[in-house]
């Protein structure tokens, strides 16, 4: 995709379809008003006899106006002015992009009213299209044998109109916003593979080809069943037990930063598929655990971004992979493990191994004397009770770092919230046996496993997101959302930027 500002004279464009914003009452934005004179005042004619409402959603394309270079006008409705807002600007632009792409249409310029620069200023105008480009012309990659559709047309998209002063700051949201764009898609095709194809072995495999697309920064090491044994990650090694599939540990680093400086570490659960071991999950919906690996695809997609970008930053993405399945070694409600920290773990339940995979990679991390550490999982269902589809989940042992990641979903329109972590939850995962258990329980369950983590984080800046909500969309519409790749992208570019 080629994304350009455009900074004046909207009608002299030379694309093939403007995008118009129209407010409900048939109010027309000032740059439509524009578009409208142009054309000898077609679009106020069509919108006075009722032809377009304006409500926000609605899209009507129309064709052969004289007066500008552009062939044809896609109409967008925008609500009410005195509504306008960010994310309704979003949801516009969203379903302008999604209707150009059951076109033909090839170049577009986007001329939709904004709402103040306070709330989207010229570097996220920019960026926001890019990245809602991105999403909106995302095609599932299926495993279908009938002929595929053809992909859409669009390939030039214009944003404006943008003042002189601000074209620097489009441009290099056009930028961050192409590479958000392609960590979006990294991340979707990964979540939206079967879990045969998928595999552990196929995520590392995944993992050495970005490195061998950017030699000069990126640096790969993938750590076998043998070395994670020599790595004395005894939780991880008890979750794999179960399964065929080897397991795998990647460790990605991406030094663009100062030599010796501390990086920032991100964690990913990868479990490619989770049954739920000996404590087997109910049949309905169980096909969704194959986007278990989200948080691992998330560090993935963001080394890529991060790649792409070329960020001054030392940024390490650790991601352990394996299958959670049942069978005649794996480990029981009882067993007791040993993580590579050396605290034991009391299983009570084998549904609950995101956790105990994420334990020994928290302390791997420890090796790289981290600035912050970051660990990134579909955790628990307790969080999607908590907070629907709406917020990641974040917890840590650092407010800063809790308030810098919820503050970047918040700029991102990718958004989080903060749950406590006070040591309360941490009692109660007491066990008689061991150091402690690996669940306390449904009261608080999305909290208490974010403490049982804590307990492997000390010494750390360390904060815990909980994706389950967000990651991926059950229903119709099943599939990866890439969320929260634009959170996490955010973060660390404002990390390099300091």
């Known amino acids: 995709m080629q994304y350009e500002v455009w900074t004046k004279d909207s009608n002299r464009l030379g694309v093939e379809c403007l995008v118009a914003g129209i407010f409900e009452g048939g109010e027309l934005p000032d740059e439509t008003r524009l578009i409208d004179k142009a054309c000898g005042g077609r679009i106020a004619a069509l919108v006075k006899r009722g032809d377009f409402a304006g409500r926000n959603g609605d899209t009507l394309l129309v064709g052969e106006l004289s007066g500008l270079r552009a062939r044809r006008v896609l109409l967008v409705g925008q609500g009410t002015r005195a509504g306008l807002s960010r994310r309704l600007w979003r949801r516009a632009a969203y379903t302008a992009v999604t209707a150009l ?3 033909r249409i090839s170049s577009a310029a986007f001329a939709l009213a904004r709402p103040a620069a306070s709330e989207l200023d010229d570097y996220w105008l920019a960026r926001a299209t890019a990245e809602i480009a991105a999403a909106a012309l995302y095609r599932v990659n299926d495993l279908k044998t009938g002929k595929k559709p053809r992909p859409p047309a669009l390939a030039r998209i214009l944003a404006g109109p943008v003042a002189a002063s601000g074209v620097a700051a489009a441009r290099r949201g056009f930028t961050h916003g192409a590479a958000v764009g392609i960590g979006l898609e990294t991340l979707r095709n990964l ?4 879990a045969n194809v998928c595999t552990p072995s196929y995520l590392a495999n995944g993992a050495r080809a970005l490195a061998r697309r950017h030699p000069q920064s990126l640096r790969v090491r993938v750590l ?20 065929e599939e080897p397991p795998r540990f990647i460790v990605l680093e991406h030094r663009g930063g100062k030599a010796g400086e501390a990086p920032v570490v991100l964690v990913g659960k990868g479990i490619t598929f989770d049954t739920g071991g000996i404590s087997l999950k109910d049949p309905p919906a169980m096909d969704e655990m194959k986007f278990d690996m989200s948080g691992a695809a998330t560090v993935i997609a963001a080394l890529t971004v991060v790649s792409e970008l070329k960020l001054a930053l030392n940024v390490v993405g650790l991601v352990p992979t394996c299958e959670n399945m049942p069978g005649g070694r794996a480990i029981k409600p009882g067993d007791i493990v040993t993580s590579a920290s050396g605290q034991t773990v009391e299983i009570l339940n084998t549904d609950a191994e995101g956790r105990l995979i994420l334990c020994d990679a928290l302390h791997y991390a420890r090796r790289f004397k981290p600035a912050a550490v970051v660990d990134i999982a579909t955790l628990t269902g307790a969080c999607v009770v908590a907070l629907g589809a709406h917020h990641s989940g974040v917890m840590a042992n650092d407010d800063a770092l809790a308030r810098e990641l919820v503050e970047s979903g918040r700029r991102a329109d990718d958004r989080a919230w903060q749950l406590p972590l006070t040591e309360d939850y941490a009692d109660q995962l007491k066990s008689n046996f061991a150091d402690m258990a690996n669940v306390a329980g449904r009261d608080g369950g999305a909290i208490t496993a974010g403490a049982f983590l804590g307990k492997f984080t000390k ?4 904060a815990h997101m909980d994706i389950a909500g967000t990651a991926y969309l059950s229903g119709a519409q099943k599939g990866s959302t890439g969320r929260p790749i634009s959170l996490l992208s955010e973060f660390l570019i404002q990390r390099a930027a300091r």
Not at 191 to 194: A, C, D, I, M, Q
Not at 224 to 243: H, K, N, Y
Request: hydrophobic share 35%.
């Open 459 to 462: 010494g750390l800046k360390w």
């Open 224 to 243: 076998d069943e043998r070395a994670i044994r020599r790595e004395r990650m005894g939780c991880f090694l008890a979750v794999t037990r179960g399964s």
């Open 191 to 194: 979540g939206n593979l079967p």
């Open 101 to 103: 792409a059951r076109t």
